[in-house]
Each structure stands twice: as structure tokens, then as C-alpha cells.
């Protein structure tokens, strides 16, 4: 969506969202309005700009041996996400992510709930853990920082702001930069 914004613009927005001038709703929904191109143009873009982490699909398949449920929860773009996890042989993976309204005059996110960040990732945890499932949560950023802290077990990318907030927390989590490191690791 960078590409349709413009990268001042973009970045005028992330820093707000860092500031906490912006909440991540009002940042997605600011970004959106700036793409006006259809569907398919915006995910052969992101297709030819993007690069699907390598380890994913692997680490997919380690769970799917041990028959770990697997779910992405996800802020973004539901119908982006599916094409790309479809692209790269993944279709079958469960994904929770915010709908789009496209139209020449902007986009439009269908947010799953009202929270702030526009999908209540904690939610989906909390509901694992109600159902006695033992939750494991890996994240990255500022959306996931709530849905952390309700999982048993937390893996965070090595450098990003999940990192930074569950060590200023003193919460226990495991720092990784690729998911064979958290199949090396989970469940201990």
C-alpha cells in the first residue's frame, strides 16, 4: 500500500502509530483510503514485491505432523493474504485478518471488531485458552502485543517492537528471526 500512499505519507503515519498520536485502526484505515486500484493489481504488485519467508512453509508443515492447530491472525488484508499464502501452497492455513471494500476512490477496511488495532488478535488467544488449548504466540509488532502476553508460550521477531515490549514488560518470550528456530524450541 506504500506504493499507492507515498512513502512520506506512509511514513508520516507510522510515526504517529509509534507515537501513540494514531491508533493502528485509524493508520490502516488512512493508508487504505490511498489505494484506488483493484484487487487483483494490488496483489500482483505486492507478488512481485514481496518475499514469502522461506521458512513458513516448513515450519506449516512441522505442525501440521504434530498436529498443532495454526491459526494467523492477522491486521492486514484477508483477501491479500489468502493469495499469497495460496501462491506459496498454503491455502489450507487457517487465517483471521481485517476484509477491503475496493473502489477507485479508496479502499475501505472491513475491521473484524472495533478494537484499536482493528482485529482483536488477543481475542482468538483467549479463545484457545478457554477451550484448553496450550496457545503459543508469534508476533512481530505493535498489533500483537495484547495477543502475546495472553499466550502460554511467545516467540518474538528478533528486532521488531514485540521484542522490545515484552522485554520492557519482563514477560518471557523467546526472540527467533526464522521459524525453524521456534520448531528447534517449542514446547519447552
Known amino acids: 500500500m506504500r506504493t499507492y500512499a507515498g512513502a512520506r505519507f ?11 498520536a494514531m491508533t ?9 483510503a490511498h489505494v484506488r486500484v483493484p484487487l487483483d493489481e494490488a496483489d500482483a504488485l505486492l507478488a512481485s514485491r514481496t518475499r514469502f519467508d522461506p521458512s513458513f512453509a516448513p515450519f506449516v508443515h512441522f505442525c501440521e505432523e504434530r ?3 495454526l491459526t494467523v491472525v492477522s491486521s492486514g488484508v484477508q483477501p491479500l493474504i489468502d493469495r499469497a499464502f495460496e501462491r506459496n501452497g498454503l491455502a ?3 487465517v483471521l485478518a481485517n476484509g477491503i471494500d475496493t473502489s477507485e476512490e479508496g479502499w475501505r477496511f472491513r475491521f473484524r471488531d472495533a478494537s484499536d488495532n482493528g482485529h482483536d488478535k488477543a481475542a482468538a488467544v483467549r479463545a484457545a ?9 508469534i508476533g512481530d509488532g505493535p498489533s500483537d502485543f495484547e495477543a502475546a502476553v495472553a499466550a502460554r508460550q511467545r516467540y518474538a521477531k528478533a528486532g521488531r517492537g514485540l521484542e522490545r515490549y515484552l522485554s520492557e514488560q519482563a514477560i518471557p518470550f523467546t526472540p527467533f528471526t526464522q521459524f525453524t528456530e521456534i520448531e528447534a524450541s517449542i514446547g519447552r
Open 67 to 69: 498436529g498443532y492447530e
Open 24 to 32: 493502528l485502526r485509524e493508520v490502516l484505515s488512512a493508508q487504505a
Open 92 to 94: 489450507r492455513v487457517r
Open 10 to 20: 506512509w511514513e508520516d503515519l507510522e510515526e504517529k502509530l509509534s507515537a501513540g
Open 129 to 137: 485458552n478457554a477451550a484448553g488449548k496450550y496457545t503459543v504466540y
